[in-house]
């Protein structure tokens, strides 16, 4: 019998610190991890340097049809080229969200995303990981944040980068694009049947850390 994989599902809204939180989870618990997100930036990273129209669904789909990247010691190239720093960039996070309504790229990327799932256990992190990926996952989280308290940690992780930003901008970017997310017809962001909602507003990383892991020990007990 092979052995089962246990999947930890983290879903959420932008800068909600998912990827702070999934990673910690991860170490803690000696799993992996698969930053969904970075899949859907790397196809809008694609798209956009090929020039591709970002609301032609069968375009976007050749580009992530033909993505190869390879993610190496904490390092993700392209084509050989290093786009590590260049995804994370806040206009290929608003293309990402562009590229993510299309149901062709989200069938495309399903399979990609289910090949994380390995032993001894994956936390995953996105927004219909629960929902649709990962709906056997073991926890749900659903892990959110007010959109002032998000638009703060985004400043922030900018600002360690050397990038100045605006926090009432950062604030309308974020709106955005939750109302994007929330509205597409195919896996909008909602909370998946059965997950527990996390609000870290008022709540450090090792706190929130800390929440998420008495759950997943609470489902072992
Ligand atoms: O880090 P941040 O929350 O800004 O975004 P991300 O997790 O890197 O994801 C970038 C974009 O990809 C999001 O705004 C979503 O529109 C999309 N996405 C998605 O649709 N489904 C996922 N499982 C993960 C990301």
Excluded: C
């Amino acid at each position: 019998m092979s052995e089962k994989v246990e999947i930890i599902a983290i879903d959420g809204p932008v800068a909600s610190g998912k990827g702070s939180v999934s990673s910690r989870v991860a170490k803690a618990l000696g799993f992996h991890v698969l930053d969904s997100g970075s899949l859907y930036r790397l196809t809008a990273y694609s798209a956009l340097k090929h020039g591709a129209d970002l609301s032609d669904e069968e375009a976007v789909e050749k580009i992530v049809l033909a993505l190869s990247p390879v993610f190496e010691s904490g390092k993700i190239f392209l084509d050989g080229e290093d786009v590590t720093e260049a995804i994370r960039e806040e206009d290929v996070g608003i293309a990402a969200s562009k590229v993510a309504v299309h149901p062709l790229v989200r069938k495309a990327l399903f399979q990609v995303q289910r090949s994380y799932a390995k032993a001894p256990g994956l936390v995953a992190d996105g927004r219909d990981m629960g929902s649709v990926v990962f709906p056997e996952a073991t926890l749900k989280i659903f892990l959110t944040a007010s959109a002032e308290a998000r638009a703060k940690r985004r400043y922030n992780q900018l600002k360690e980068k050397g990038i100045n930003s605006n926090i009432s901008d950062l604030v309308k970017d974020l709106r955005e694009r939750d109302e994007r997310d929330l509205k597409r017809a195919v896996a909008p962001l909602v909370p998946a049947t059965g997950a527990r909602i996390l609000d870290s507003s008022d709540l450090t990383l090792d706190e929130t850390v800390n929440q998420v892991l008495e759950w997943y020990n609470g489902t072992k007990a």
